[in-house]
């Protein structure tokens, strides 16, 4: 599935030259990646197997993985990749890659269409240039620091995207990623409170829930367990569509090892329910 030219090629308010030059390539890398991972999704022959951790890694998450660095090698030689197959190490002080190349395997690996290649872009530990492509949704999301955040359907023009304008938590669509997350932590009550705080709960999931945060059609997004390359690639679109992302202890961080985003109005709010206040 390809995609119209970011709006960087062609906007007055386009960002200094190397924000540009990097969403330029993390939307090329997003094609490499819906041209693997589309054509394994709901393959007969695709290989599932199991991390230590118990969570499913398949034959499309490595490959397209193995695909992505070597782009990065060619393109950015100087930089650094973190990938959730591959491992890797960010540097506070550089550029960093980080890179989910299936986030939604257990969708993936069920034939849900809802899972996502993520690409991120951190520099001096902040995350920048971000792009979330859902091929399966025939979906994208993307963001880069001054650029403003952007979806595109189907491969057709980019349209600019923000947050909602909900400014009360009563009034606000809350989404998780699996609510048990909250139990075997020992944190059923934080959740419950929270969702008791909001009008409307769902569980629409991983980098789902907070692309749709940006886009103003859900305020709130949770998750008690998340990695750094769930997060760094939707730092960039939930801040640049006007949201906010911190830890549960509100941090502003994509390494905290869980995340709140919210359409900013009701963060504050949402973290007090959070800490049962």
Known sequence: MEHAASPADTSPDAPAPDHADDLALALQLADAADAITLGRFRAA????TRKPDRTPVTDADTATEDALRAVLGTERPGDVVLGEE????????GRGWVLDPVDGTKNFSRGVPVWAT??????????????????????????????GAWASDNGGPPRRITVSGVADLADAYLS???FRTFSEQGDLERWIALADACWETRAFGD???YCLVAEGVVDVAVDRAASVWDLAALVPILEEAGGRLTDLDGVATHDGGNALASNGLVHDAALDALRGR
Not at 86 to 93: D, F, I, K, T, V
Not at 126 to 145: I, K
């Open 176 to 178: 998780t990623t699996d």
């Open 207 to 209: 980098f789902w829930q």
């Open 86 to 93: 591959r491992g890797g190490e960010l540097s506070e002080n």
């Open 45 to 48: 022959d695709l290989r599932v």
């Open 118 to 147: 993520l690409i991120g872009l951190t520099v001096h530990g902040h995350a920048v240039v971000g792009v979330a492509s859902a091929p399966a949704l025939g979906r994208r999301w993307w963001g880069a620091a001054g650029l």
